[in-house]
């Protein structure tokens, strides 16, 4: 599976995906999270060589760990460059609402109509509890799937209940409403921040997700108080993720706290 360097897949799941799924990942270079077709054709060489990897899915994060998105001809010109030459393409969604959200589209326009085959449909960043599905978009794969997902413990008792979750999740627009609000919440954050004297709001917010920089002494200050990521520790950058439960009072409390230990 080739995926971005960044991708959650690859950075946060402890090898997860090597120890449990047998295959192996191969990142690609990315300065914003997001992977070209033009980046996965050199790899191409290796198929059919019994001693190289044998590339067959390509993994799109979106939105991704960056808060950065692919818009869907990027996905659509993925997905045809991939069906081309035999490969699948695989969309974790852990955050696609607020992709969707950001872009004005359905899940499916994001999805089925661009020819992802394989998603990982993710609730629980936007409001659900354990609401998380894979989503088989291609009726050619995933016949073994209700074997692995029970050899591998995600086959949870009374599994009703936390699918229950999705109908009015999906039927009642609930997804888009809580991503639209941790979208704006993210934009509110990077507004209030960003006017402070001394704070860099590092690039443009696309979802829930702000990148910034401050002051060492005013981040020694702030992380007494609030938890959240240092992004990257070599540039000291930060990452602040925006929530469907995120209140403006709550931003505006941590953008005059911010305010505070950057002129204190």
């Avoid at 955050?95 to 326009?109: G, L, M, S």
């Avoid at 995933?142 to 009015?168: D, H, N």
């Avoid at 702000?210 to 990452?239: G, H, N, Q």
Wanted: hydrophobic share 40%; glycine share 8%; with cysteine.
């Amino acid at each position: 599976m080739l995926c971005s360097e960044h991708a959650h897949i690859t950075m946060d799941e402890c090898g997860a995906p090597e120890a449990i799924g047998g295959f192996k990942l191969v990142q690609l270079p990315s300065e914003d999270g997001r992977i070209t077709p033009g980046q996965i054709e050199p790899h191409l060489a290796s198929l059919g060589f019994v001693h190289r990897n044998q590339p067959h899915v390509i993994s799109l994060t979106q939105c991704t760990e960056f808060g950065t998105l692919y818009t869907p001809g990027e996905i659509r010109r993925m997905c045809d460059f991939a069906h081309k030459n035999g490969m699948l393409v695989h969309m974790d969604g852990a955050r696609i609402a607020n992709a969707c959200a950001a872009q004005d589209c359905t899940f499916k326009e994001m999805t089925t109509d661009l020819g992802v085959d394989l998603l990982s449909f993710g609730g629980t960043k936007n409001g659900l509890v354990m609401g998380e599905a894979v989503v088989l978009l291609n009726p050619e794969i995933g016949e073994a799937i209700p074997f692995f997902r029970k050899q591998f413990m995600q086959l949870v008792s009374k599994m009703r209940f936390i699918a229950a979750q999705f109908i009015p999740y999906l039927g009642d627009g609930i997804w888009r409403e809580n991503a639209n609000h941790a979208n704006a919440m993210a934009e509110r954050l990077a507004q209030k921040a960003g006017a402070v004297n001394g704070v860099e709001i590092i690039g443009e917010v696309e979802t829930n997700a702000v990148f910034s920089r401050l002051p060492e002494k005013a981040l020694e200050t702030l992380m007494d108080e609030y938890y959240f990521y240092i992004w990257d520790e070599t540039e000291r950058s930060l990452r602040w993720m925006l929530s469907w439960n995120t209140t403006e009072a709550m931003v505006d409390e941590f953008a005059d706290a911010i305010r505070v230990a950057v002129e204190g």
